[in-house]
Structure formats: structure tokens, C-alpha cells
């Protein structure tokens, strides 16, 4: 049984540009919630997916949006890659509502130069 | 406004002793206390967790202990092992609505084993 997969696993990108990020939940589950984990820091919310509708939002700029499939996959796409955006996005899959069982990917690392 | 604040940043301890992180939480909605664990160049994984009706957990060598009127809890490893060494992350969430379920993080504390 898969966990939660994310792609690409690193990426380099320029000041200026956009970058989508991928993820595919764990099987079974249907709501999809984005992190961003500076280093030594802990992750911070981005915002969760349900039902192909962006649920909740943490305090993150408008550049940073997403979208979620009938399949329940999801991508983040961050617009005007600032040099603070350099970080490991985290995905997590869980089951309908609440915290529990949340299920983690390895993230994505993305330096911006 | 940080949330879940956690300490100490960072813990060294020998083989076979009692590793202790505590977290410190401010918002009475939260009703769900995960702890992760991180390893490097991994996700977080769910260690231990524990329902404020109840002011301790103990799975193997891991303990939650919760203090609701102090609005304090603590993760307790048991005859820490070097394999153990990792980032671990206390968390809290509210599950009284859908909407504001999602999970607040501390950040971090990076332990390590001396063998």
C-alpha cells in the first residue's frame, strides 16, 4: 500500500518564477493538507483540500494556491518565487475531517536562487 | 503567534536514559495533541497522541503526559536508544469543526542518543 507520494523530490528555481509541487494522498484517503517546513522550523500550514475545494487556509500569501483532482491528488503552485519560499513542502493525506491519521510524504525541497 | 510553543530546541542524552520534551499550548479549542517524528530528508510520521480527557499515554517506550489546567504536555522516551535520535515535533488541532482541523506545529526538537 502506497503512503502519500510527491514529486519532484528537489527543484531549483529562479527569483521570479513559478513552480507547481505534486502530490498523490494515500490510498483511501480524500483530503489533502500543504505544509512548508523552513529549516529547523516546524511545518506551517498552507492550506487543505476536500472534496476538489480549498477547505482552510493558514497565513500564506495569495501566490501560493492549489487544486485537487476527482482522483483526490493535489498540486501547490507557488507564483514570483521570492528567496524566503526556499523550503520542503509537505503533503499529508488524511481521511474526511479532524487531525487523525494524518499521513505524511517525504516532501519536496525547493531552493529558490 | 506562536500556537504550541516547545522546548528545549535541542536534547543529548546517553543511551539507556529518559529523554523529556515539553509543549505548552494556548488556544482551549485544541482537542487532539500528536507528537511526530521526524527523520532527515523524511515527512513527519505520527508517533503518539493523546484526547485531553485523559492525563496520560503510554505506548512502548513512549509517554504523553497532559496537563489540561496547565495547558502543558510532555513526550517522555523511555530508555532512549540511538536509533531514536530525530526531530520531534509536538502538535495540537481542534476537531470541533472540519474547517479548523488542521494541525499546529511546534518547532521541533532535535534529540540525540549518545551511544
Known amino acids: 500500500d502506497a503512503g502519500v507520494t510527491q514529486s519532484p523530490t528537489h527543484l531549483i528555481k529562479t527569483r521570479g518564477q513559478q513552480v507547481t509541487l505534486r502530490c498523490s494522498p494515500k490510498s483511501g484517503h480524500d483530503t489533502v493538507s500543504w505544509y512548508q517546513q523552513a529549516l529547523g522550523q516546524g511545518p506551517q500550514f498552507i492550506f487543505q483540500y476536500y472534496e476538489e475545494e480549498e477547505r482552510q487556509r493558514g497565513n500564506f500569501p495569495d501566490r501560493f494556491s492549489g487544486h485537487q483532482f476527482p482522483n483526490y491528488s493535489s498540486e501547490l503552485n507557488v507564483n514570483a518565487l521570492l528567496l524566503g519560499d526556499s523550503a520542503l513542502y509537505l503533503c499529508?493525506?488524511?481521511f474526511g475531517t479532524g487531525g487523525y491519521g494524518y499521513t505524511f510524504g517525504s516532501g519536496t525541497r525547493l531552493t529558490v536562487v | 503567534q506562536q500556537q504550541v510553543k516547545q522546548s528545549p530546541q535541542s536534547l543529548i542524552v546517553q543511551k539507556g536514559g529518559i529523554s523529556i520534551i515539553n509543549c505548552a499550548y494556548e488556544n482551549t479549542a485544541f482537542d487532539y495533541f500528536p507528537w511526530y517524528q521526524q527523520f532527515p530528508g523524511k515527512g513527519p510520521a505520527l508517533l503518539i497522541a493523546i484526547r485531553p480527557d485523559v492525563s496520560e499515554k503510554k505506548e512502548g517506550r513512549f509517554t504523553i503526559s497532559f496537563n489540561k489546567s496547565a495547558k502543558q504536555f510532555s513526550l517522555h522516551i523511555m530508555d532512549s536508544q540511538p536509533g531514536d535520535s530525530a526531530t520531534y515535533f509536538c502538535a495540537a488541532s481542534s476537531r470541533r469543526r472540519a474547517r479548523d482541523d488542521k494541525i499546529i506545529f511546534g518547532k521541533g526538537t532535535r534529540l540525540h542518543i549518545l551511544p
Open positions: 499529508a493525506s488524511s
